[in-house]
């Protein structure tokens, strides 16, 4: 699976569960600073916060914006409720693979969340945005779900400069800075068994 990061909570997965890649886009929105690829042409569009304020997907993707259980193409995706109203949380699984994506919330997780997300090996969690968590309540949520890999989000880059970096996060969760990775590639076998690992993407 490889998985990139478009700035914001906008995230590219590329799986292969059988015999063609399949390319998922979680939150393809328009950001007001900065650039987002003007055109996107996947199998799968997934939306924490609606479809609203998003661009445009071209082709005829399996779009999912509400909570559900839902199989296209070889992927399960699980959507519940988020923090608020019209909010979604996902879970993806694919390549026996699991990928959860909090969206962007700042509440802590609810019982049918955690159900949905509680043994997922891959968590994408907001840190820097202000309507995301703090560093402190985005180290609890990794902590609670305990995933094998961890990636940080809605962070401070070109689509949202008054975010906050992603030192503090980094700190919280006693792990070093490294170089951002433009993309990277995951496969079940070489998932960390010991420990949580912090991955930090850089903007796509």
Same mark, same amino acid.
């Given at each position: 699976?490889h998985i990139s990061?478009?700035?914001?909570?906008?995230?590219?997965?590329?799986?292969?569960?059988?015999?063609?890649?399949?390319?998922i886009?979680?939150?393809?929105?328009?950001?007001?600073?900065g650039?987002?690829?003007?055109?996107?042409?996947?199998?799968?569009?997934?939306?924490?916060?609606?479809?609203?304020?998003?661009?445009?997907?071209?082709?005829n993707?399996?779009?999912?914006?509400?909570p559900?259980?839902?199989?296209?193409?070889?992927v399960?995706?699980?959507?519940?409720?988020?923090?608020?109203?019209?909010n979604?949380?996902?879970?993806?699984d694919?390549?026996?693979?699991?990928v959860?994506?909090?969206?962007l919330t700042?509440?802590q997780?609810?019982?049918?969340?955690?159900e949905?997300?509680?043994d997922?090996?891959?968590?994408?969690?907001?840190?820097?945005?202000?309507?995301?968590?703090d560093?402190e309540?985005?180290?609890k949520?990794?902590?609670?779900?305990?995933?094998?890999?961890?990636?940080?989000?809605?962070? @401070?880059?070109?689509?949202d400069?008054?975010?906050?970096?992603?030192?503090?996060?980094?700190?919280?969760?006693?792990?070093?800075?490294?170089?951002?990775?433009?993309k990277?590639?995951? @496969?079940? @076998?070489?998932?960390?068994?010991e420990?949580?690992?912090v991955?930090?993407?850089? @903007?796509?």
């Amino acid at each position: 699976m490889h998985i990139s990061w478009l700035g914001n909570t906008a995230i590219k997965l590329q799986t292969k569960p059988f015999d063609q890649d399949i390319i998922i886009i979680i939150d393809p929105y328009r950001p007001t600073t900065g650039e987002f690829p003007r055109s996107l042409m996947p199998d799968i569009g997934l939306y924490t916060r609606g479809e609203d304020g998003s661009i445009t997907l071209s082709g005829n993707p399996f779009v999912v914006s509400g909570p559900g259980e839902y199989e296209n193409k070889g992927v399960l995706i699980t959507a519940v409720p988020g923090s608020d109203e019209n909010n979604i949380m996902f879970r993806v699984d694919a390549e026996q693979l699991s990928v959860g994506h909090l969206g962007l919330t700042n509440k802590q997780l609810t019982d049918e969340q955690l159900e949905a997300l509680s043994d997922v090996d891959i968590l994408i969690v907001p840190v820097g945005n202000g309507q995301g968590y703090d560093a402190e309540n985005a180290a609890k949520a990794v902590n609670i779900i305990e995933p094998r890999i961890v990636i940080p989000m809605a962070f @401070k880059s070109e689509n949202d400069p008054k975010a906050l970096g992603v030192e503090a996060f980094l700190k919280e969760m006693g792990a070093s800075a490294s170089t951002p990775e433009k993309k990277i590639i995951i @496969k079940k @076998k070489d998932l960390p068994q010991e420990e949580t690992k912090v991955i930090v993407l850089a @903007k796509e």
